[in-house]
C-alpha cells in the first residue's frame, strides 16, 4: 500500500508540476461600443464577465498560468451587463472576485498586443477567447486572430471558444480552415434572437454565429436555452453561454490533459 500511495503522490506532484510550468493565453476583447441597427443605436459591450472569470479560476485553480493579449494592448472592457446578478445566481462571492481582479490584477491591466502573443506563440499551450459582444467588434476583424486559431490548431493545443468566440472561426478561409468538420458550439440561434430583441434591443452587424458556422462546414449542435452546454471535439472546446461554465472548464481541462499527456509520453 505505501508504495501504492508513494506511486499516486508522485504521479499528483508530476501533474501539478507539469501545469505550473505551462502557460494558457487569454486572447480578450478591447471594444467597449457596438452598434446596432446599422449604426442607428450605440451600445456598451465588452467581455462578459463571468464567461472570462470562470474559465480564468478554473485553470489557474488547476495549476496553469495565464497571460492576457488583447489588440493593441488595450485593457479589455467589461460588458455591464455580464454583471447583472442572474448570470451568477449562486456564485455572488465569485462575482465579488471578479470584480476586485478585474480592477486589481496587475496582467490583467497591462495585457500584451496581438503581436507579442504571436511571437510568443510557442510558449503556450493552449488558448482561451472569453464571450461577449465586444469581440464581434474587434477581434472578428483583426488579421491576427486568423493566425493564432491556425497555429493551435496545427499544433493541436487545446483551444476554447466561449459563447460569441466560436464565430472566429469564421475569420480563417475556408481552404485554410483545419477546424471543417468539427463538431462545434456557440450561442444558439433562439439565445441570439432573444439577446437582439429583449437586452439590446437592436440587431448587431454580425449575427447568424451558428447557421454560418454550419455554411462554413462544421457540425453544430446547441443546447437548450441558458443550457450549461459545451463541445469538445479533439483539441477544440466551445461553449454556448454564460450558464456554460462548468460544462465548458471539465472539458478544457481534460484536453489540457490529453494534451500534456500526448506530449509527455
Known amino acids: 500500500m505505501k508504495i501504492k500511495n508513494l506511486i499516486a503522490a508522485g504521479v499528483l506532484l508530476s501533474n501539478t508540476v507539469s501545469a505550473q510550468n505551462n502557460k494558457i493565453l487569454f486572447v480578450m476583447s478591447a471594444a467597449d461600443t457596438l452598434e446596432l441597427n446599422h449604426g442607428e443605436k450605440l451600445r ?8 472570462f472569470y470562470l474559465a480564468y479560476k478554473s485553470v489557474t485553480e488547476a495549476g496553469y498560468t495565464v497571460d492576457f493579449a488583447t489588440p493593441n494592448g488595450i485593457v479589455a472592457t467589461i460588458d455591464e ?3 447583472n446578478d442572474k448570470y451568477w445566481k449562486n456564485n455572488m462571492e465569485v462575482k465579488t472576485e471578479a470584480l476586485i481582479f478585474t480592477k486589481t490584477d496587475h496582467l490583467f491591466n497591462n495585457p500584451q498586443t496581438l503581436e507579442q502573443a504571436i511571437e510568443r506563440r510557442s510558449e503556450y499551450i493552449g488558448l482561451i477567447i472569453p464571450g461577449g459582444q465586444g469581440l464581434m467588434v474587434d477581434l472578428k476583424n483583426d488579421r491576427h486572430i486568423p493566425v493564432l486559431l491556425t497555429y493551435f490548431a496545427k499544433q493541436n493545443k487545446p483551444t476554447g471558444l466561449i459563447c460569441h468566440a466560436p464565430s472566429l472561426i469564421l475569420t480563417i478561409p475556408k481552404g485554410e480552415n483545419p477546424y471543417i468538420g468539427f463538431n462545434v ?5 433562439f439565445e441570439e434572437f432573444v439577446i437582439e430583441r429583449f437586452i439590446m434591443k437592436g440587431k448587431p452587424k454580425d449575427r447568424k454565429i451558428a447557421k454560418n458556422l454550419r455554411k462554413l462546414g462544421l457540425k453544430y449542435s446547441s443546447g437548450l436555452p441558458k443550457a450549461n452546454y459545451a463541445v469538445k471535439d479533439r483539441n477544440l472546446v466551445t461553449s454556448q453561454n454564460p450558464f456554460s461554465g462548468s460544462a465548458f472548464n471539465q472539458r478544457y481541462l481534460a ?8 506530449n509527455n509520453q
Do not use: K, M, R
Request: proline letters at 4%; zero cysteines.
Open 44 to 51: 456598451q459591450t465588452g467581455v462578459f464577465l463571468n464567461e
Open 81 to 83: 451587463e455580464s454583471i
Open 185 to 189: 458550439n456557440s450561442v444558439s440561434p
Open 255 to 262: 484536453a489540457l490533459t490529453e494534451y500534456l499527456g500526448n
